[in-house]
């Protein structure tokens, strides 16, 4: 997949392309990054991509012709034209579908605004969708790039290996993950769950999704609301809530005022 990045701060993007799993992606040809200096595309002496809003008020808008010219240079280099991305604290919040989303387009042109925003006339006629990391102000779009893309990238087919792709398939699906061990079997006095131990592959499987979903249940409940449980899940929860129903009850019974010999 080509992926070009807009931007005034091309060299941000260095250390990005060159670490981990992205940079796996990279090397093995599967992602063709590129990261374009908006100000190469100025025409002006001093370079200028930016001014002063129309109207008044405070902040600088991002100049619409230095960036239309760089979208443009970008679309005629990428054959099938590129699915074009502004990042925006405006836009819909990346969520885990987006990036899947996202990983099917033919190639992808992230725009990073800086100052107040960029011209509303680009994103009017050169922007296919509006993207945000998350509600909080950022002072430039070039971080809510990198996290959009690392997500993105992730995600093409042949990035990850065999073995956790199939592990994203049995349990992230909807959930938060179940803890992870490694070696000392004891560190600090807190040891390792009997049950990884055993080498019995279907309990520790069995035990993993059920800390998933009681991680879930205990942090993010909402993540539960919006999504099927089966039939195992279902029972996993009913206990849970009659174990806590009777703790309830119990805590209840024993209130500390409840009980003889005080006030
Ligand atoms: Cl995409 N850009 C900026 N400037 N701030 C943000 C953001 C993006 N997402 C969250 N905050």
């Not at 990346?94 to 990983?103: D, E, N, P, V, Y």
């Not at 893309?149 to 990035?159: E, S």
Request: charged residues 25%.
């Amino acid at each position: 997949m080509h992926i070009a990045v807009l931007t005034i701060f091309p060299a941000m993007f260095d250390l990005f392309w060159e670490h981990g799993i992205v940079r796996r992606a990279v090397a093995g040809g599967l992602v063709q990054p590129q990261a374009v200096d908006i100000r190469a595309f100025t025409r002006d002496r001093h370079q200028v991509t930016d001014d002063r809003p129309y109207g008044g008020g405070c902040g600088m808008v991002m100049k619409p012709e230095p960036l239309a010219r760089a979208i443009e240079s970008v679309r005629d280099q990428f054959n099938d034209g590129g699915f074009t991305v502004l990042m925006t604290p405006r836009g819909d919040q990346l969520s885990q579908q987006t990036a899947a989303g996202l990983a099917r387009q033919q190639g992808l042109i992230f725009i990073c605004g800086r100052y107040e925003g960029v011209d509303a006339r680009i994103v009017h006629r050169h922007v296919d969708y509006e993207l945000s990391i998350g509600d909080y102000v950022l002072s430039g779009g070039e971080l809510a790039a990198m996290v959009a893309m690392d997500a993105v990238i992730r995600l093409i087919p042949g990035v990850l290996g065999g073995a956790q792709s199939a592990q994203r398939d049995s349990f992230s699906d909807g959930l938060l993950e179940h803890e992870h061990y490694t070696r000392p079997r004891v560190f600090e006095g807190d040891a390792v769950p009997e049950i990884l131990l055993s080498g019995d592959h279907q309990a520790i499987e069995r035990w993993r999704r059920k800390m998933s979903l009681i991680e879930t249940l205990m942090r993010r409940p909402d993540l539960l609301e919006n999504r099927a449980l089966d039939e195992r899940e279902t029972e996993i929860l009913r206990q849970w809530s009659q174990m806590l129903e009777r703790v309830l009850k119990h805590q209840a019974a024993h209130r500390p005022d409840s009980l003889p010999g005080r006030q």
